[in-house]
């Protein structure tokens, strides 16, 4: 069983910055995505990395801002999110899997195909 932890997110002025953290033992045998979930909407894929990093892919909404990186040494993703807009307002969600779609990352993958999900953190951009 993988335990995701997430961390990194808060209250940010519009124009700001975050840097998300998404840390798990073995993390580094599975392909991560991120996803967002704002208040009465639909959980979204931001963000997806390949297991051995050398894919990622992004939401149109986010390209250009967002950018994800891993360190299989420290067994970490992070989302560093620059040009924060108020639409970014959500819940911050990293998501592992193994399966094909995940480890490769050529698409974001659907969030059926992640295995294990963490617990979420809040991200806030207001003024």
């Known amino acids: 069983q993988l335990q995701l932890v997430e961390s990194g997110g808060g209250l940010v002025q519009p124009g700001g910055s975050l840097r998300l953290s998404c840390t798990a033992s073995?993390?580094?045998?599975?392909?991560v995505g991120w996803f967002r979930q704002a208040p009465g909407k639909e959980r979204e894929g931001v963000s997806c990395?390949?297991?051995?990093?050398?894919?990622?892919n992004y939401a149109d909404s986010v390209k250009g801002r967002f950018t994800i990186s891993r360190d299989n040494t420290k067994k970490t993703v992070i989302l560093q999110m620059d040009g924060l807009k108020p639409e970014d307002t959500a819940v911050y969600f990293c998501?592992?899997?193994?399966?094909?779609?995940?480890?490769?990352?050529?698409?974001?993958?659907?969030?059926?195909?992640?295995?294990?999900w963490g617990q979420g953190t809040q991200v806030t951009v207001s003024s």
């Open positions: 990395i390949s297991s051995v990093g050398r894919n990622t």
């Open positions: 998501a592992a899997g193994r399966g094909p779609y995940p480890a490769v990352c050529r698409v974001l993958p659907s969030m059926e195909k992640y295995d294990y």
């Open positions: 073995a993390l580094d045998y599975y392909g």
